[in-house]
């Protein structure tokens, strides 16, 4: 009996323990109230919140902490629709679009108290370039940059390019301190940075949680009910976020699933905004191997997607239809463009036109697992497929053997069919053409595997006078894009959206598909 | 026992080495591009070729395996394919907090698991025996991700007395500075007597830590309760009692004592299964430990990180076989 006595003892010591723990944790983090005094916004973020700090190979997640330490030298507005000036005052570019000459603002200081100029700008870019890692593809264009005076630097392109978009780029446009210009990938990993942003980079915990703390000399100035200090954290499971932001211990969060978000929709403490997005959803045709290479075929097959029931039913209303390459929301985009709708009927009729016989013919379809979307509609257009006599083999696979099957230099040993999502690098429809369009020798991502001659010119032109005349441009991706819809290339099946979840009262948050992920803490507040 | 040790540490370096070669094997026949994934997603033709040279991708495989195991004896895993960061940096970041919460679980599976045995042993087919029996059961049966989701509903959503997750409070991290000794934070805060820290991470691993330790302690309770009843049976054990010595002696002088053994071995072989249950926990409690680094290398196909982890854990592995065979070797019963 003794013994048991004492087991009890030591559970009755542990419970004391506990309760006691119990009481300091309640007075350490009293929720909403604490964070209002102090103003700290809670980010809770799927994934991982940065895989490299470096903010010229950054090439992931990191941009949502990126953009709020450091910044570039215009940003892209979406709800106009232009690019602004950030660091940079005012541009200029030559006639010919080979030349563009930035006037940097002035009494511009980066966190470590060194002032930016002409030559700080042109040593980060460099240095990007340099490193030739993540997006510093965007940069390709440039031959050299040159610092006119201390507040004025030019930028000498190969050819022309729409340097004021790439600058204002989600990726490898960040403007650093040139005292951190010689430091190596491994110094900024450590947790260092020093860039002109809003917020300076306070601790970090490797791939959890980042803490970012007001720089008091930014430019801009502050107001008394900004956030003093942001936490972006890795919160994994959805219901994880949900509960977060239910009990008022999260200010913003996204990525949930269609039964959290219902749940959430009607709770009053949070308020759920649905944003575009400029990623969208395409499956790429096999033209390199029969029957798909048959243009009639090709089109039956467009004909026999499920494009609306994908959109109400598996995505419940947060996608919308895609015309033809661009997203809603981005120039480029017409809804003007021919698009194919789900009819049976005519899918049959392209069938019989372009002689394939579907008897035990078999398609296969890759996609990256773990997409709940993708597996719902694959089905869906499997059963319509079944109709015309079409047997659809689906295959989820990492993203590695997606690609490295898509790449194979056989033909026939690739898939006929293999879902990708697209999105931009900076606020251009140049990504899509240039690398889904545009003939490649070493396949990278065009897996549609065109090689058009028309079309690559049709590239060629845009490409100039995307730099150089909006509207020339303008007509030009409406060519490219009918010709692509015409061929049936590609299935465009959908522009996706997201949906954000914030607390009432966090507010002047305002999502921007041109920097996916991203909330620039600097505009957001508190307010009841 | 001298010889015998020397044999089985040999013995477990042939066996690290099989696990280096294999999975070494494994990695390079997984179709893939390490160095498209070096470079980045977009990468040009020009960039993954450059990229190819400074890896050293286009080295025959032999020659790769051999720098491989060369840079393995200097403490180099090579860097990882998504971070950029040397692995063995990456590891020294994120072994730490998966240690202190196993660490921590198996010492509560000492402190509980073996008193709930014995208590159990000793209660025979009563009530508490049964009871007892049962929440061991529970304990190695019930899935961990679900006891996770089920703390986390009951003690942050509706009670709301510990936190959903994370190892230390944001506000604490703002306003004070972490200890860093040995990375183990509970550890770390009591030696530098930093006691706000402490008290932030001690409700932290709570809910974590009991999750983790329900597995063990329910396996403890149990090789406990069962092997003190078999020699609760055996005839010295009568021989003990017939002398008239106290029942409170024979149990803990004699009887105990002959159980403890194997319930060490099983704490010890346990500790990799407990290991792979807690990359699982730390997902749902975001705790920032090899789980999480695991999981998106695995998904990532981030080799130099996967072979790395495998690599640390095989090591894991091994040397707790050799604590559990010297174990069993100092028991005078057992010939070499």
Known sequence: MRLASKSIGVIIILAILASVLVGCGDSSTNGQSTQTEKRIAYYAFNTEPYIDLDPSSEYSNGLIVLHNIYETLTRYDSNEEVVKPLLAESWDVSEDGMTWTFRIREGVKFHDGSDLDAESVKKSIDRTKKLQMGASFIWDSVNSINVIDEYTVEFVLDYPAPIDLIASGSYAAFIMSPETIDKDNQWFNEGNASGTGPYKLQKITKGEEVILEKFDDYWNGWNDNQYTNIVIKKVAEGSARRQLLEKGDAQIAASFSVTDLKALRENTNVVVKDADTWRNVIGFFNTEKAPLDNPDFRRAMAYAFPYEETITEIKEGLASKSYGLIPKGLWGHDENLNQYSFDLEKAKEYIEKSGVDTNGLKLEMTFTSGTEAYRNFAQLYKINLQQLGIELEIREMNWDNVWEKAKNPSPQDRQDIVIMNWWPDYASPLSWVQSLVRSEEDILFNLSYIKDQNLDNLVMEFEKYAATDRSKAEELIKEIQSEVIDEAYFLHIYDDKTSWVMDKNFKGFEPNPAYEGVVFFYYTYYGE | ?336
């Open chain 2, 1 to 336: 026992m001298g010889k015998y040790v020397i044999r089985r540490i040999l013995l477990g370096l042939i066996v690290l080495l099989g696990v280096v070669t294999i999975t070494f094997v494994i990695a390079r026949m997984i179709p893939s591009d390490p160095a498209a994934k070096w470079v980045g997603p977009r990468a040009t033709p020009q960039q993954i070729e450059e990229a190819k040279i400074e890896l050293g991708l286009n080295d025959p495989l032999p020659v790769q395996f051999a720098n491989y195991v060369i840079d393995l004896t200097q403490g180099n895993l090579g860097r990882s394919l998504r971070t950029h960061q040397p692995v063995v940096e990456d590891l020294k970041a994120y072994i730490p907090p998966t240690l202190e919460l196993v660490l921590l679980a198996f010492l509560m599976a000492i402190i509980l698991g073996i008193p709930l045995g014995i208590y159990s042993a000793k209660m025979k087919d009563k009530f508490l025996d049964h009871a007892s029996r049962l929440f061991s059961i529970g304990a190695v049966s019930l899935p961990t991700f679900w006891v996770a989701l089920f703390f986390q509903l009951i003690f942050y959503r509706m009670l709301g007395m510990f936190p959903l997750g994370g190892r230390i409070s944001a506000e604490t991290t703002i306003l004070y500075e972490i200890p860093r000794v040995t990375g183990l934070l509970i550890f770390d805060s009591m030696i530098t007597g930093n006691w706000v820290i402490l008290k932030d991470a001690l409700w932290h691993i709570i809910l974590p830590c009991i999750t983790i330790a329900l597995y063990p302690i329910g396996l403890v309770a149990r090789m406990t309760r069962s092997a003190l009843l078999e020699v609760l049976n055996e005839d010295y054990i009568t021989a003990a009692r017939s002398y008239g010595l106290k029942e409170k002696f024979v149990l803990w002088r004699y009887a105990l004592k002959n159980t403890l053994g194997s319930t060490a071995i099983v704490l010890t072989l346990s500790l990799g299964y407990t290991l792979v249950n807690t990359f699982l926990v730390e997902t749902i409690f975001s705790w920032p430990g090899l789980g999480n680094y695991v999981a998106t290398s695995v998904v990532t196909l981030d080799y130099p990180s996967i072979m790395g982890v495998t690599i640390f854990s095989a090591a894991t592995y091994i040397l707790l076989n050799l604590i559990a065979d010297i174990i069993i070797a100092m028991d005078p019963r057992i010939r070499l």
